[in-house]
Each structure stands twice: as C-alpha cells, then as structure tokens.
C-alpha cells in the first residue's frame, strides 16, 4: 500500500511533536530541586548522555547527567551590548537556545582560547555551524571570579579545568554534546528530561 506525501508528513509532524515534549519538559519542568548540592569538581564523572546547561542571567553552567547528578560552576557569556570585533559589528549577547557541539577545533590565538586553543563549536538546533562556543580564556580565572560574568564577544568561557571535563564529556558522547542556553532557571531549579537526547532526532527530522 502507498502513503501519500502529505500522509507521510502528517506522520512526520506527529513525531517531531512527540519528539518536542523533552523540550517543554525541560523549560517548564522540574528534576533536580535546588536543595540538591552539586557535585564537586573533584568527584565529577563524566557520562554519556550528560548535556551542558548555560544560564545566562546568572553566567552559571550546569553538567547534568543521567542519574540526575550535576556539576555547577561559573562561566562567562557575551557582554549585552553592540561590539566591533574580526571586522563585524553585532549584539554580543549570547543568544538562548538548543545547540549541538559537535567539532573540536585549534585556535592559534592563545589569548582569546586559552593556553591549549581548544574551542568547540556550536550547531545551531544542531544542524547549522555558527561563530558560537565554548572556549577557555587567557585571563579567564579573573573573567570568571568577577561578580558580572558579562565578558566574551558572545561565546561561552569556562576555566580551563572545566574545559577538560567538557573535552572527555564530548568524547563520550561521540562528538555530539547538547547544549542549552537559557536566560534563567525557573525558581532556581537545574531542569533536566532523561529522554533529552530524543531532541537531537526531533531537529534532525525533514518535512
């Protein structure tokens, strides 16, 4: 028997609809109450599965993973503001939404990448490269002890320790390690679905 087109994308809308409820469930839902203390740097294990949650009202970064567990440690985002940088004049704020760091790249710039110039990039719905990511910073322990973490031209700085475990989580997560900005966290609260990585199905779907 043949499908239609039009029944194949009914079919497919229906899905990428499913496929979407990890999503609300992660900007409106609750898993991990705030009570519940992070887990020091020092006794972190990363996880396959584990995503990289960014808050950036707060500039805070969140590993979260499976079993519920997470790493909470400071990061630095863009200055909220209008920038000159590489020959481009843009709003530097770092914008919210789903993302995929899925290429690890070297930046011959030790200044603006840090010692090591490891930067991953960030996908856009993780399909669409953009000159967003997640980097470390030449004076990133002073960006990141400041009270106002608004610091970077638009990308995500973390410490150079926090880099390393986001190095082995995206290891373990084959290259493809999903990332969520958002501007603040529902009262306080680290959300987080264990069927998030269905997300990355529902943006790779094509109507």
Same mark, same amino acid.
């Given at each position: 028997m043949q499908v239609s087109k039009i029944t194949r994308r009914l079919v497919f809308y229906a899905l990428g609809l499913s496929l979407m409820v990890p999503f609300i469930a992660y900007s409106q839902?609750?898993?991990?109450p705030s009570e519940t203390p992070s887990t020091p740097l020092g006794e972190w294990y990363a996880g396959k599965g584990d995503i990289f949650v960014v808050d950036t009202k707060e500039n805070t970064g969140y590993l979260v993973n499976?079993?519920? &567990?997470? *790493?909470?440690?400071?990061? +630095?985002t863009g200055q909220r503001r209008v920038v000159r940088y590489i020959g481009r004049v843009y709003d530097a704020t770092t914008p919210t939404g789903y993302w995929i760091a899925s290429s690890k790249e070297k930046k011959g710039d030790r200044i603006t990448f840090g010692k090591e110039g490891t930067f991953f990039r960030l996908?856009?719905?993780?399909?669409?490269?953009?000159?967003?990511?997640?980097?470390?910073?030449?004076?990133?322990?002073?960006?990141?002890?400041?009270?106002v973490r608004f610091k970077s031209m638009g990308c995500i700085i973390v410490s150079?320790?926090?880099? &390393?475990? *986001?190095?082995?989580?995206? +290891?373990?997560?084959d290259g493809q390690l999903p990332v969520?900005?958002?501007?603040?966290?529902?009262?306080?609260?680290?959300?987080?679905?264990?069927?998030m990585q269905s997300m990355s199905l529902e943006n790779s779907i094509r109507y």
């Open positions: 839902g609750t898993v991990i499976q079993n519920g &567990s997470y *790493l909470k440690f400071s990061v +630095a996908f856009k719905n993780g399909r669409d490269q953009t000159s967003y990511g997640i980097h470390a910073h030449a004076y990133g322990a002073k960006m990141l002890s400041d009270e150079s320790e926090i880099l &390393s475990v *986001l190095e082995i989580t995206f +290891a373990l997560n969520f900005t958002v501007y603040g966290l529902s009262n306080d609260i680290v959300t987080y679905s264990k069927n």
